[in-house]
């Protein structure tokens, strides 16, 4: 049965979560964007060019992953879209950062939850850098 | 460096991601209890029951794991709080729907943005749907990988720490 009750158990668990989240989410965005003002993402970026080869991907797609990687998907679309990528090269992308995107910001969140945030990076950065060279090699 | 477009950015950026978090938890958290009391959540998430039955999770847990699959892992790690929190899920259970919902999370909504820039949509969904099963199934499986948190001890770990 639906009653106001209903509505206002739905209002305070909004209320609660959205504290819970917005406590973790804030600061790390913040600081993300900070790194973003500095050079530390495209150096970083640099160092990764020469592995790109083995992931099929020019050396510049690395910013997009690592964009992808700390900030979130939209970042690395924004660096996606100013590369001459083929069909290939952006179902690989795709891939590697469906399963590994927003690091700071959602191994946050699930550790709220209680979890390993080491266990959970981990997990995901080696996913997708599995996923990149197996892909390179299928298709 | 550019300061005042550092905060500006830092300050409306922040404030606009609480702001898109709320707007999609609040209706979600309404509909979910909508649901809840209508028996609607159950019979959607029982399409997950099987893959529940597999990784040997408590049924309860389709519930968050649905909501993450569809709302993406902020929303579903705010239904897996909120499940821990009355003692529904286990932190076994809650590990593996975690180590599920990393992998996997918001199909929708992330895939179509590839989509657009000329990937395939089903190879992204189906791919993803396949590695999230096949990994929390081997951690299903594997006792030793389910990592405990430093002071959490089995069940309602989140319990203790918000205690």
């Not at chain 1, 209320?15 to 530390?40: C, D, G, N, Q, R």
């Not at chain 1, 992308?93 to 550790?111: D, W």
């Not at chain 1, 945030?117 to 997708?128: A, D, E, H, K």
């Not at chain 2, 996997?104 to 992330?110: A, I, M, P």
Request: proline residues 3%; aromatic residues 8%.
């Amino acid at each position: 049965m639906v009653t106001t009750e209903t509505f206002k158990r739905g209002i305070n668990k909004g209320i609660t979560t959205t504290w819970e989240l917005a406590k973790v989410v804030v600061p790390v965005y913040i600081i993300v964007t900070f790194l973003s003002y500095t050079p530390v993402l495209k150096w970083f970026a640099g160092v990764c060019q020469p592995f790109m080869h083995y992931l099929g991907l020019p050396g510049e797609a690395s910013l997009a992953l690592v964009m992808g990687y700390t900030l979130n998907i939209y970042a690395a679309i924004g660096v996606m879209t100013t590369l001459p990528l083929t069909g290939k090269e952006v179902t690989i992308i795709a891939i590697m950062l469906l399963l590994c995107h927003s690091l700071p910001v959602e191994t946050a969140v699930s550790k709220r939850t209680g979890v390993n945030g080491t266990v959970m990076v981990t997990i995901r950065v080696l996913l997708s850098i599995l996923s990149g060279v197996v892909l390179n090699w299928l298709i | 460096m550019d300061y005042a477009a550092f905060l500006k950015e830092a300050a409306s950026g922040s404030l606009k991601q609480v702001l898109l978090m709320a707007a999609i938890i609040f209706p979600l958290m309404l509909v979910l209890e909508i649901a809840k009391d209508l028996n609607v959540m159950d019979k959607l998430s029982m399409m997950l029951h099987p893959l529940m039955r597999l990784f040997k999770i408590s049924h309860s847990g389709a519930v968050p794991l649905m909501a993450g699959l569809i709302f993406g892992i902020s929303y579903g790690a705010g239904v897996i709080i909120d499940a821990a929190k009355s003692g529904e899920l286990d932190y076994r259970e809650m590990y593996l729907i975690n180590i599920f919902l990393i992998i996997c999370h918001s199909l929708f909504e992330d895939t179509a943005l590839f989509v657009v820039l000329g990937a395939n949509g089903v190879f992204l969904i189906v791919s993803r749907l396949l590695l999230a099963i096949i990994v929390t199934l081997i951690f299903s499986r594997w006792k030793k990988l389910i990592v405990q948190n430093a002071g959490m001890h089995g069940a309602g770990g989140v319990e203790s720490r918000h205690a």
